[in-house]
Every structure is written in C-alpha cells, then in structure tokens.
C-alpha cells in the first residue's frame, strides 16, 4: 500500500515538473509583436508608411467632415428671412461668418441675385460641384490603401515562401520542422498585416463617404430651398 502511495506520488510530481517545464518552454518561445514585426521582411516597412498614411488621412477627414456639416440652428430660415426683406449684405455678412459648403453655395447665389434664375442655379451648382471636390480630397488615397495593403501583405508572404523553400532546397539531409515553420511563420506575417491595415481602412473610407453623403444632400436641400425661394411672389 506504501509502495503505491509513493508510485503516486513520484508520477503527480513528475507530472508536475512536466508541466512546468513546458510551461518555462512556451514562455521562453513566445514571440513579442516586435519580433513578429521584424520578422515580415522588407515588406513591413510599406505596410508601415500605408497605416500611418491611412490613420493621417481618416483623422484629417473626419475633423474636415465634421466641420463642415456643421451649420447654425436656423441658418436657412434666416437667409430666408434676410433675403425677402432685401437685406442682402446682411445675408452675404452671414454667410461669410459661418464658411460653409452650403453657407459657401448660398452666399454664391445671393451675390447673383436680380440676374436670371438659370444663371443663378448654375452658378450655386458649380460651387456645389468645388466644394463637393473639396470634401472629397484624399479619399481616393484611402480607397487604395484598403485594397493596396493586403495585397502588399500577399506579396511579401510570396516572396517569403520562396526564400523558405530555397532555404529548404539548400538545407543538407533531412529537413527539420523548425526550418520549415519558422519560414512559414514569418512569410504569413506580412499577410496579416496587410489584414490589418487594409479591413479599418476600408471601413473608414466607407464611413466618410456616408457623411459626404449626408453633407451634399443638405446642400442640394438648401439650393433647392434658396432657388425656390427666389421665384415667391414677394421678390
């Protein structure tokens, strides 16, 4: 019976130290993500510029987008308001101060106002096509980095895999499974970081582009609201 408590005994510890010595193992082969960074290749450092380009142009645009959605309670109803009581440099004064889009487009079209109604809405609809250029800027940028970065990934985890099979082909006798994942490994990083990169920017890209959305239907809301306004009979 002592002899099976002690054959118990001696296994849980080996067990044990087992344990732990796989544990110490996995600590010790554990990876940072710096190391992982390192080890994608010359292939990281786009991806690098691309993620600080696409963060820089979100950031920009966002703030942009912001701003110019933007417009003071009532704005419209005062314009309305200043224009049918021929206050005119009162509502350009206005117009001015708030440096807009729409506030841009309107004060374009009181500046024409006494000219014919034809003229008046090609000339707010050309400003409307700047100023939709302007809010516009750099998305295209956005746009590529999103489809650029994962196929930058691809490409770096291509040309890692033929360093790794070459390193393979060299290698003398038996292939040993270190040097096979390791150069798995590392040529699959690039790949994941194309990932990350090119999923957020996609999704920041769609994102603004639904606030240029809303912020060219304001305008087109306003346009529309100042044209009619124009053909009332108190004018």
């Avoid at 809010?135 to 746009?143: H, I």
Wanted: proline residues 4%; negative net charge; aromatic residues 6%.
């Amino acid at each position: 019976m002592t002899s099976l408590l002690l054959q118990i005994t001696t296994g849980a510890a080996d067990s044990t130290a087992a344990l732990a010595e796989g544990t110490a193992t996995a600590t010790d082969t554990s990876i940072s993500l710096i190391d992982l960074a390192l080890a994608g290749g010359w292939a990281m450092i786009p991806l690098a510029i691309l993620s600080l380009a696409a963060v820089y142009i979100f950031v920009e645009r966002y703030l942009t987008l912001k701003k110019a959605a933007k417009n003071p309670e009532g704005f419209n109803d005062r314009i309305k308001s200043m224009v049918l009581a021929g206050d005119i440099n009162g509502a350009k004064m206005l117009c001015a101060q708030t440096n807009t889009p729409v506030s841009r487009m309107l004060a374009k079209g009181i500046t024409r106002i006494g000219n014919p109604l034809k003229n008046i809405e090609t000339s707010i609809e050309n400003v409307g096509k700047i100023e939709i250029s302007r809010l516009e800027r750099n998305l295209p940028a956005l746009a590529t980095i999103a489809g650029a970065a994962p196929m930058l990934g691809f490409l770096g985890t291509v040309t890692g895999m033929i360093q790794a099979f070459i390193a393979i082909a060299q290698a003398e006798g038996s292939v040993s499974p270190q040097l096979l994942s390791g150069g798995i490994y590392q040529a699959m990083v690039t790949t994941a970081a194309g990932l990350i990169i090119g999923l957020p920017a996609y999704v920041g890209y769609n994102y603004l582009v639904s606030k240029i959305d809303n912020i060219v239907h304001s305008m087109e809301y306003s346009s529309i609201e100042f044209l009619d306004l124009l053909q009332e009979p108190q004018l």
